[in-house]
């Protein structure tokens, strides 16, 4: 199975902090992997520097087959994050949100109307503002940006935060879908029952290093 | 490059017309400095009608600010940069799309402010001059335009924004303001001819303004 993220000894600094202090890990094309570990630990920090938001200072990183030290920019639109931020301009409706990002991404309109249609967006919530929705609500918008990207490797920070259950469901369907069509899935939850069924593998992060892996029923 | 430019472009005007703070708070802003101008230099002493074309750059480079801040203000909403990083867009293209925007809005409040000056100062470019006053404000614009552009994604990502954006923007908009002037009188003046080296000069800041944006916008983007 071809190798999607490849770190070694890898190192990431928030100023002078390293957040990521030597990380170790490997991780193969359709896998689903749970990344937890307690508050500060650098959980949300590995999946940015994985994205090529945060710079990789020291160690190998690669992703996606390409070379973090070097260049973090070009594989960027092959990577989907899904952040606890959203990420969406609350301006503007649902419709105009999921369209522009899609496009911004270099996909198309039937791609956002599709993604919308799987969120139930399609409906009377497409042009309601983003300011106006609920935490929830925004969450799927922000899914649907991200499903409408058709993204290789899917990087997920609290996904379930402020889902009712059916969203989670939903989620973790298409997650599940995303793996099996070849994507690569990095989940960062605190949700360890939820998460960990969904993952096939977990890994610990704790004081910015990767400290042991393990299968789901052992943690 | 093209492409992504007119989508930012589009995202940010739409973005304006719902929220409508050009419209419904910068425009009439505009309108109640032009008058403070006219209280404060009595028309009836020909003050008014002679500063026109400086009180009209003034006027634009004011409101600007606010436009430019706005502008600066729709790419730091929470995820924002981050999901534009993630983007395939090129960050050329990015910063044509917002000085584009930018600059339509611009315009449209330069029109409303040149017949505020002609109805409440009495002062109006000769018939020769307006093909200089229409090539003065397009180039004007796209300087103060992209410089905006530029310092509003240099300060976006500090906290002290509101307060910084002017405080850097405005010197670097001080030779576009007299250059801009300068076109303007020669234009009220009946003498255009006056005014096209001045055009020639806003011509070059508009370039170098654009070029140096279009190269800087990306590490900008990265960076702060």
Known sequence: METVIHLRGAVALLGRFPALAGVDLDVAAGEIVLVRGPNGAGKTTLLRALAGLVPFTAGDATVLGHDLRRDRVRHRPRVGLLSFHGGLYDELTVADNVWFWTRAAGADQADAEAAMAVLGLDGRLAGVDVAKLSSGQRRRVALAVLLARRPELWLLDEPHAGLDNDARDLLDGLVREAATAGATVLVASHELERAGALAARQVVVSGGIVRDEETPGAA | ?224
Do not use: H
């Open chain 2, 1 to 224: 490059m093209l492409r992504d430019a007119l989508l930012i472009a589009g995202r940010d005007l739409r973005v304006e017309w719902r929220s409508r703070v050009a419209t419904n708070q910068v425009a009439p802003l505009a309108l109640v400095i032009v008058m403070l101008f006219a209280f404060a230099l009595d028309p009836a002493r020909g003050i008014l009608a002679r500063a026109a074309p400086g009180l009209f750059w003034v006027a634009v480079v004011l409101c600007a600010l606010l436009i430019v801040q706005r502008a600066a203000t729709v790419e730091s909403g929470d995820g924002v940069r981050d999901a534009l990083r993630l983007t395939a867009l090129s960050p050329a293209g990015m910063f044509l799309g917002k000085v584009l925007a930018i600059g339509a809005e611009l315009l449209a409040l330069e029109a409303l402010l040149l017949v505020g000056v002609i109805v409440l100062y009495n002062a109006a470019p000769s018939t020769e001059g307006w093909p200089l006053v229409v090539a003065t404000a397009a180039l004007a614009t796209a300087c103060i335009a992209a410089a905006g552009t530029l310092y509003g994604v240099l300060a976006s990502g500090l906290r002290v924004r509101d307060t910084l954006l002017p405080l850097l923007l405005l010197p670097v908009l001080a030779p576009v303001l007299i250059g801009a002037t300068r076109a303007f009188e020669a234009a009220f003046a009946g003498v255009p001819a006056d005014g096209w080296l001045w055009l020639g000069l806003l011509g070059v800041f508009a370039l170098v303004y654009i070029v140096i944006g279009a190269l800087a916008y990306g590490p900008l983007l990265e960076e702060t």
